[in-house]
């Protein structure tokens, strides 16, 4: 069965840097598109960004742009973060269509 496992999540100061990893077993990424989501306590889950494997294109939200990557390396798929601000906490979710969503790996940003 596919499944998506993230972690890397943690505590960092704001202008601090985390990267997230989304693995990604019983599942070809070869003609996958996936995405990063967020949730903030209270609010919706919003989508962060994406990468269309085959097309190696992506996609930023414009609260992120210019400070996350999105990026693939074999079968894990990275959200690098920099610049990090107190807005970006929340629980981060990798995401592909078709396959069950995964527990999430919290980020705070906080002083």
């Known amino acids: 069965q596919a499944q998506l496992v993230e972690s890397g999540g943690g505590l960092v100061q704001p202008g601090g840097s985390l990267r997230l990893s989304c693995a990604v077993s019983?599942?070809?990424?070869?003609?996958?598109?996936i995405g990063w989501f967020r949730q903030a306590p209270g609010k919706e889950r919003e989508g962060v960004a994406a990468?269309?494997?085959?097309?190696?294109t992506t996609d930023y939200a414009n609260t992120v742009k210019g400070r996350f990557t999105i990026y693939r390396d074999k079968n894990t798929v990275y959200l690098q973060m920099n610049n990090l601000k107190p807005e970006d906490t929340a629980v981060y979710y990798c995401?592909?269509?078709?396959?069950?969503w995964g527990q999430g790996t919290q980020v705070t940003v906080s002083s």
């Open positions: 995401h592909i269509l078709g396959i069950p």
């Open positions: 019983g599942f070809t990424l070869e003609n996958s598109a």
């Open positions: 990468i269309k494997i085959s097309l190696r």
